[in-house]
């Protein structure tokens, strides 16, 4: 008798996380389509079509410069609070962290060098070249961003 409502706990737990999870893409889609509503109100559809394209440039170089270095860093700190050393726990994330600051300053350099190609290539002239070495600054601070997100070894 006990099983029988054990798997319905489970059950039910399953079925709140499930609704838990939709409500939040749900709260994520919302908000979404106000930042759009509003970046469209306040720079026109051109506006938002060059929003959506520096968003994409962003993107694409971060796929680029980082290389499965967050997903890969994250399961090598995981390991090593499994092993609960905690001199390995830090060296991993001391190393996760400056990697992270090396990968963003290189992208960030890289990005502004290239942001005359970058326009050339991205809008076919290079009205945007101005535009772009600011984009690899926001490609830093998302690094940054990146970073502070790593766990303590506490």
């Not at 929003?51 to 680029?64: C, K, R």
């Not at 390991?79 to 992270?100: H, N, T, V, Y």
């Not at 350099?109 to 970058?118: E, K, P, Q, T, Y």
Request: proline share 2%; charged share 15%; glycine share 10%.
């Amino acid at each position: 008798m006990s099983d029988v409502s054990t798997d319905r706990s489970a059950y039910r737990g399953l079925l709140e996380s499930a609704a838990l999870l939709g409500n939040a893409g749900v709260v994520t889609m919302a908000v979404g389509l106000a930042r759009v509503k509003f970046l469209g109100l306040l720079l026109g559809p051109f506006g938002v079509g060059l929003f959506g394209t520096f968003e994409a440039i962003i993107t694409t170089a971060a796929y680029i410069f980082r290389i499965g270095v967050s997903g890969s860093g994250f399961g090598v700190v995981a390991l090593e609070k499994a092993s609960g050393d905690r001199l390995r726990i830090a060296r991993a994330i001391d190393a996760l962290r400056r990697l992270s600051w090396s990968l963003g300053l290189v992208e960030t350099f890289a990005v502004g060098a290239l942001a005359w190609s970058v326009s050339r290539l991205i809008f076919t002239d290079s009205r945007q070249r101005l535009a772009i070495p600011i984009l690899s600054r926001v490609m830093l601070l998302t690094s940054m961003y990146y970073v502070s997100n790593l766990p303590d070894t506490n």
